[in-house]
């Protein structure tokens, strides 16, 4: 169905900044975080939509009285809960995003299917809530409902009634009895109004035999009399629109933001927990596999392949972390970004930011027990070193699942694409096959593999400088000398000096700003799947 016409409110026509600032919509299904009570929920909702001018104490004003008309006083210091953390009811969720949006005072408010999923006690009682704010005046109410109970219908005020598109009735919800008694459709006396209407309407079908569809002709004078009506589109220009919602400048909506995430991050603390305890048996692992190689012959073909292992494990974790998060909490900055709540760069920033400094302490944990266990080079500089490069590992890999997982939108490809593209990194990171064996036509792809710079990288700070012996049974038969006395003789075998430690350096700098900056493009400009929009242009009346 395609409809043509002009769109105004009050009279007036108006944009998107326009109608984000004197409209609010709640969706169907519940988006929220469920970590944080509905105070905290409210609060931080609050910091994000009211204008920077209101004052904490301003703040809490409007929380407690959008919480008060809500009647979610008494649940306000509740978890809003998740799966795994029992919270707040299903009808109390569809309450707390109602007052979400209450918070900015709107002057329209918009709601899809507000009572699915709610019994019908739950419901009524929503609704009754709707029509009290209603009829105080802060807001006009707009919902789509299907199949509403007989007394939720009652409350409603006017009513459209839509067949595959198709206007059939449009006016007071009252009326509509008498229209369709007038084609020969009367509702019974103990019949659901609502459930009347839909059964006539509805085609018959095998799943549906009721003898009471509408006949073409019934449907024909339906559509006539209702389908198409005259709109005076300067109705309401006396009233102009109330459009003074304040938006919060950049630096504070990063600001908020981050502290928003680090405190959704510091209530994970199972998953802190697990991370941790995962970080320290890994390393332990690790570290008693290889515990203090020595300076020995041996030594040297245990150096390399443990430092290849480091670098691919560090970037694993950490990718699948992202990958496994990403994708729902992507969901819920498009719902707010749609709300006008904040910009998408302050979100990423600030997101990014957050996750950055929690999850940095994890590699750098790992990376001191496994220096010292295994016994590299005991040089500060080279402790340093190492722990740095390592920390960069981490950053690639979780900025490469950043990239994946804000482009495929859903988890499973998410996990499926990136799980390629570090089988690749790993490939090619210089350790199964050294710069010096590999083919030129492969050297694109080297090219682009993180772990191949963080291999070399580590493998230059602890090869440099290193003395290497032999013991007695090591020493070669004929002339009796040491094959290798020094970590120099390997870098020139495997050919690891194409490129200097800074040179890693700035080359995985560059592309971890790289492929942020291409997660940040998509977070911004990949969208959900939308159904077709109803395009208004001028010139036609509705």
């Known amino acids: 169905v395609v409809a043509t016409g002009e769109l105004r409110l009050n009279g007036t026509e108006y944009n998107r900044g326009i109608l984000k600032a004197c409209a609010a919509y709640v969706m169907q299904d519940d988006l929220l975080n469920g970590t944080f009570t509905v105070r905290e929920t409210l609060d931080f909702t609050a910091r994000l939509k009211l204008p920077p001018s209101y004052t904490p104490a301003r703040r809490q ?18 978890i809003v809960g998740d799966p795994l953390h029992k919270g707040i009811s299903g009808g109390e969720r569809k309450r707390l995003c109602v ?42 109410i707009v919902c789509t409902i299907h199949q509403p109970q007989a007394k939720i219908f009652a409350l409603f005020d006017n009513l459209f009634l839509l067949k595959a598109g198709v206007i059939m009735y449009q006016g007071p919800a009252g ?4 229209a369709f008694a007038e084609v020969g ?29 509408i006949s073409a002709e019934a449907e024909a004078k339906l559509i006539e009399r209702f389908g198409i009506v005259e709109v005076d589109l300067r109705a309401g220009i006396s009233r102009p629109l109330r459009s003074t919602r304040v938006f919060l400048p950049w630096t504070q909506q990063t600001y908020v933001l981050f502290v928003r995430s680090m405190h959704e991050l510091l209530r994970r603390r199972d998953m ?48 699948m972390m992202i990958v496994n998060s990403f994708p729902a909490e992507r969901m819920l900055s498009l719902r707010e970004r749609a709300s006008g709540s904040y910009n998408a760069s302050a979100y990423f920033l600030a997101k990014t930011t957050a996750e950055t400094i929690m999850t940095a302490v994890y590699p750098i944990i790992f990376a001191v027990i496994v220096y010292l266990l295994i016994g590299f080079q005991l040089v500060a500089s080279k402790l340093f070193l190492f722990v740095w490069f390592v ?24 996990v499926i694409i990136v799980s390629l593209l570090l089988e690749i990194s ?5 350790f199964y096959l050294s710069p010096k064996q590999l083919p030129k036509y492969f050297s694109f792809i080297d090219a682009v593999s993180y772990v191949k710079y963080v291999y070399t990288a580590i493998g230059l700070n602890e090869l440099d400088g290193l003395k290497l012996v032999c013991t007695p049974s090591e020493l070669d038969p004929i002339d009796g000398s040491c094959p290798v006395t020094s970590g120099q003789q390997t870098i020139d075998k495997l050919g690891l000096n194409y490129i200097s430690i800074g040179g890693c350096f700035g080359v995985l700098l560059i592309y971890i700003v790289f492929v942020r900056a291409i997660a940040y493009l998509g977070l911004r400009y990949v969208k959900n799947d939308r159904p077709p929009r109803l395009s208004a242009q001028p010139g036609m009346k509705k």
């Open 99 to 140: 007052a979400m949006e209450l918070l900015t005072k709107p002057a329209l408010l918009f709601l899809d299917e507000p009572t699915s999923g709610l019994d019908s006690v739950t419901a009524l009682s929503l609704v009754r809530s709707l029509r009290a704010l209603s009829d105080s005046g802060a807001c006009t």
């Open 272 to 319: 802190m927990a697990t991370q941790l305890c995962q970080t320290l048996a890994m390393a332990l692992v690790v570290g008693m596999l290889f515990y203090q190689i020595g300076d020995t012959q041996t030594s040297i073909e245990m150096r390399m392949p443990v430092l290849c292992f480091i670098t691919n494990n560090q970037g694993m974790f950490g990718a």
């Open 61 to 78: 004003e409007s929380i407690d009285e959008v919480s008060g008309k809500m009647g979610l006083t008494h649940i306000l210091n509740v």
């Open 426 to 430: 790993r490939l090619f990171g210089g």
């Open 175 to 178: 009326g509509a009895l008498a």
């Open 391 to 414: 920390l960069l590992a981490h950053l690639a890999a979780t900025s490469l699942a950043l990239a994946v997982s804000s482009i495929a939108r859903i988890t499973d490809y998410a």
């Open 185 to 213: 459709y009367p509702c019974p006396d103990s019949e659901n109004p609502a459930n009347h209407f839909l059964d006539v309407i509805t085609p018959p079908s095998e799943l549906n035999s009721n003898n009471v569809s």
